[in-house]
């Protein structure tokens, strides 16, 4: 079966340090996406790419990057983690651009100490 | 103002219950709505799409009321397993934009 995966399930950091998280789907989608959720907020979308080699900003894309070298993976990068990152993190996929059908992962829970 | 707005609860209702839900969102222009369910600490997944119609899927009942701005969830019969965050999803034209509320949290109790 098509699925998405997201590794580290879990990740505590310290303040100043460069984070990956990997997102890796099967589904052959072109649409791939990262959210972050919060209390209160909903989820916030940080980042998207709508195929290889394009990337796109969020409403909340400060400090963090994506990269897209193929269509199965979306890694994110916080150059320099601050407190202010700590969340859940999901990444999402779909088949179709401007869709709210969207498949997530199970989530990254980050800590920035 | 926040472009999709839900009441958070939670709402505790007993099982069989007849609970509903609203949301009501912001910008006219929107395109495309739906209702996700998450659990506790997983991912969100899609529940259903909402038609202008109105749409049913057994015991869920998704109406949208585009001149009032606002979808609503109605879930009869609640189950004990209907306990969950419930999600409302709304998109937009021109570009990617796809807004989600913060959720309505639900208890149904033995």
């Known amino acids: 079966d098509a699925e998405i995966t997201q590794s580290p399930r879990h990740k505590i950091t310290e303040t100043g340090r460069q984070v990956t998280l990997a997102c890796h789907q099967t589904?052959?989608?072109?649409?791939m996406f990262w959210y972050r959720q919060d209390l209160g907020h909903g989820l916030r979308l940080i980042h998207y790419s709508y195929g290889v080699q394009d990337t796109n900003k969020g409403e909340v894309s400060d400090g963090y990057s994506v990269s897209r070298s193929n269509t199965e993976d979306l890694p994110l990068t916080l150059e320099s983690a601050a407190s202010s990152q700590t969340s859940v993190y999901f990444c999402?996929?779909?088949?179709?651009?401007?869709?709210?059908?969207?498949?997530f992962g199970e989530g990254s829970r980050l800590t920035v100490l | 103002r926040k472009e999709v707005e839900q009441d958070p609860g939670p709402f505790n209702v007993p099982e069989g219950a007849t609970v509903a839900f609203n949301c009501t969102y912001s910008?006219?222009?929107?395109?495309?709505f739906f209702w996700y369910r998450q659990d506790c600490r997983k991912e969100p997944k899609l529940l259903m799409s909402?038609?202008?119609s109105g749409n049913e899927d057994g015991r869920f009942t998704a109406q949208l009321n585009r001149a009032s701005q606002y979808i609503s969830l109605l879930i009869r019969d609640s189950k004990l397993s209907d306990s969950a965050t419930y999600l409302c999803?709304?998109?937009?034209?021109?570009?990617?934009?796809?807004?989600f509320g913060a959720g309505t949290r639900l208890f149904v109790k033995a």
């Open positions: 910008n006219s222009a929107s395109q495309s």
């Open positions: 999803v709304v998109t937009y034209t021109g570009g990617f934009k796809t807004i």
């Open positions: 589904w052959n989608h072109n649409n």
């Open positions: 909402v038609y202008s």
């Open positions: 999402a996929s779909s088949e179709y651009p401007n869709t709210g059908e969207l498949f």
